[in-house]
Nanobody
């Protein structure tokens, strides 16, 4: 049973922008800290950003000032707006619901320099 569904990935040139969305039920969004993680080839999965149901956010140092995470309760999604993308941002991005220990299937983001 798929409970987290990512969308919005793809290919973009360096300096460009992408918006990732993670669709989930309202009950999951309002009872979990929701996060975006990424995993580059040969690297460990790392946290990119997360957001509590109350809207408190946390960002990895490498994306601070460039990425914005937000809850969209009208669409039941948690979104990650990624600006000023760099080749180092290339990875598979995963949505996570921390308290329910749920993961999405992952979505590829490729930034061409």
């Amino acid at each position: 049973q798929v409970q987290l569904v990512e969308s919005g990935g793809g290919w973009v040139q360096a300096g460009g922008s992408l918006r990732l969305s993670c669709a989930a039920s309202r009950s999951i969004l309002t009872s979990n800290t929701m996060g975006w993680y990424r995993q580059a080839p040969g690297e460990q999965r790392e946290v990119v950003a997360d957001i509590t149901p109350g809207g408190r956010t946390m960002y990895a140092v490498s994306v601070r000032g460039r990425f914005t995470i937000s809850n969209n309760y009208a669409k039941n999604t948690v979104d990650l707006l990624m600006n000023s993308l760099k080749s180092d941002d290339t990875a598979v991005y995963y949505c996570n619901a921390a308290d329910h220990r749920l993961w999405g299937q992952g979505i590829q983001v490729t930034v061409s320099s």
